[in-house]
């Protein structure tokens, strides 16, 4: 699970949405005084995300001449203190005409600080560009005593000033970005030579090595380094868990030699939604455990201690395995041909395993405890995989005390009518469902979707009892406002039933669509509101227009000139790949007419390094190479032929280059791996017949393949080291895809490829997939096994159906996570959309760029 998610599913109940939207509704939202006071004469104020930025100004109107990097300070804070701090920041700043900026709104503040708030900018409350060191000093030592005495959660990236609230860190002051080591593009600085190199923001300090450490920090760097763990008597061995509250460990004790897990609390940090701090949340927990000591159900205290200002809990540990963890290995839809009789001991072990965590949630309740965070993750089963106890207390309370979930997983996430006990219940009765098909999460959307997975789970499990479906539906959709079977509405159809189910997937991307807004089109992943997310292929506005097109849907000129207007000018730190930037964005505009503004994007790109790119196909050289390759096609510039073939060359001569990393530790796959760059190589091999082309495509698809695992029914999927993928984006079925353009252009290469095809082919027909998406989920298997005009599609496209929802009475899908539904290609509804019109096989079109159906080679000046 991708914690990242959760505060972009709190704006809006379908769609994933930047939490700043919050402020913007209606206006009601609480915003600190601070952010309500007039702009001070010669001023500008801009609010960029979820920051308030001031900036002063010249004579001349225009923004105060700074620098572009170096010590930047920041202040953090409290709920309780934050009002004041902003106000005190204000009035410091303004008068000595220090650009800075700060959080507007308690609600934003909270949220950088929640449990799962990213890392490296949690506790950043206010920001301060001083000029230079001496200013830099100068700030510390005033702000410093006018700051002396507040709190604030500790900035894991920065240097502490002191004991007070301010820290400082060197970094970048102005937008500037560069292709880091991996092809990615990152935010920058200049690095002693005047060279760009990434700032790297990692959540510990770091001073960059051209860099001093001015003499009034040093105090502060020795004084950061006292603390230890040297005196402990815990031996710490393994960091289990980081979270914005702290660490969990793995260790021993020392005394006696006895196993131990130590859980890590940071005072004002990792916050529920009550507004309880990691500590308070670890009080709670060391309550909660004492009151169930000896039931068994739950580890056992073994001491509780401060060290810092950091509060650890230290705790028996728990042999066994997640459930989760057991269920991805028994499960026994995850396999083409489910047999009768694992499907029937697989029945009766995870009923035997529901009535266990029953029983142990009762021994809670009659403790007096209500749960409040039941879930997969948090139950142990023990080596014998029929025990079970109960993990990550945090969240408990009395139960008298009725009080509403403050932590909780998406997949078992109560409605707000559920207090106390209640909430226990609920999450028994999701994990009833989440047994058989673990897809809860989509009840954060509609919980009458759980009468549909209890009709699937019913058809694909005939040893459950009935009474025990219909229990759990009737728990979870109790006292909820919409429809129960709201699934089943009038107006919704099968994806399978085509042409209906086209016409409902694109009425509901246009309903979705947002023109007036400037940050993104349609609705998708949380990808699109990173730089140029909402322009691009797999994410943005030009993925959804290329669906559409490729479907044969009606013109949307609007959405076209959406992303006309956004793309002049480009924003500033927008990607230049296929899937996340430009190149595919000038792919698109072609295709759709737009071609000088298309030339204009790869000009733009042309301009940069371009040749520092990674090899891969989403962000790197392959994606480019393509859109370079097909536009000098379709416009016969040679400066175009020229840059295509300078990729190739690039990619060809890495290819050769000695391997930087084990098979297992490399990415593999469409995207991100070999068969990116091999998939270009065969494009560029139909345009030259250079033999040298054809070679370097076999061996890249061969590196590709050294990643894969094969499993005991002979599917090969992508080794990741702790999974195995089958998908197209980053797993075995993109390999594939390409693999069947390999040996359609070279019939000898089958008996060396052909066994791996083939498993391929297995791993893309299991009976279940937990996502819908294209890239990571059964869409794109469905894509792949309509190319290979595989007999399984008709299961695979029936199989979508189960993770198939509503938006405004038409057919939509979730995105990533399935927290919120979602219109991109890469995760949402365009992608499932294209999926099916190219297993219909209603439109040539209807495929991934440059990647049409096997048979039929790109067309001269077309390669799409």
Known sequence: MDNRYEVYALADRHFYETPDRLSQAGGATPVFEAARRAVPEGWATARIGDWLNLTPLGADGAPVPGPAQGWKVHASATRANAEEIAAIVW??????????????????LHLRNTKYAARDSSGKFVTLYPADEEQLHTVLDELGDLLKGFDGPYILTDLRWQDGPLYVRYGAFARTFVVDERGTLVPAVRDGEGRLVPDRREPSFRVPEWVTLPEFLQAQLAARNTTTVGELPYRIEKALHFSNGGGVYAGTDSRDGRRVVLKEGRPHAGLAADGADAIARL????GALERLAGTGVAPEVRDW?????????????????????????????????????????????????????ERAVRTVHERGIAFHDLHVFNIMVAPDEETVSLLDFEAAAPAEERGRQVVAHPGFFAPPDRRGTDVDLYALACLRLALFLPVTTLFVVDRGKAAHLAEVIAGQFPDVPREFLDEAVAEITRDDARPTASYVAPSFVEPGDWPHSRGSMIRAILASATPERRDRLFPGDIAQFSDGGGLGLAHGAAGVLYALDAVGAERYEEGERWLLDRTAPVPAGTPLGLYDGLAGVAHVLDRLGHRQRALDLVGAILAERWQKLSSDLRGGLAGLGLVLGDLADRTGEPELRDRAAEAADIVVRRLAEPEPEAPRRRRAGLLRGASGPALFLLRQFQRTGDPALLAAARAALRRDLECCAVHANGAVEVDEGWRTLPYLGDGSAGIGTVLDDLLALDPDAAAEFGPARTGILTAATCRFYVQPGLFQGRAGLILHLARTEDPRLAGQIAGLGWLAMSYQGHLAFPGHQMMRLSMDLATGTAGC?????????????????FLPPLGRPPEHGSAT
């Open 91 to 108: 009035d410091y700043c303004v008068p000595r005409r220090i650009p800075f900026k700060f959080v507007p709104g308690p609600h934003l």
């Open 833 to 849: 959309l294209l999926a099916l019109a190219g297993a219909h096989g209603a439109r040539p079109g209807a495929h991934l760029p």
């Open 305 to 357: 201690f401060l060290l810092g200002d950091h509060r650890f809990l230290v705790m028996d540990f728990v042999a066994g395995r997640p459930l989760n963890s057991l269920l991805a290995e028994r499960h026994p839809l995850l396999t083409p041909d489910p047999d009768a009789a694992a499907v029937a001991d697989y029945t009766a072990w995870a009923l035997r395993i529901h009535a266990r965590v």
């Open 283 to 286: 009080e709670r927990e060391r």
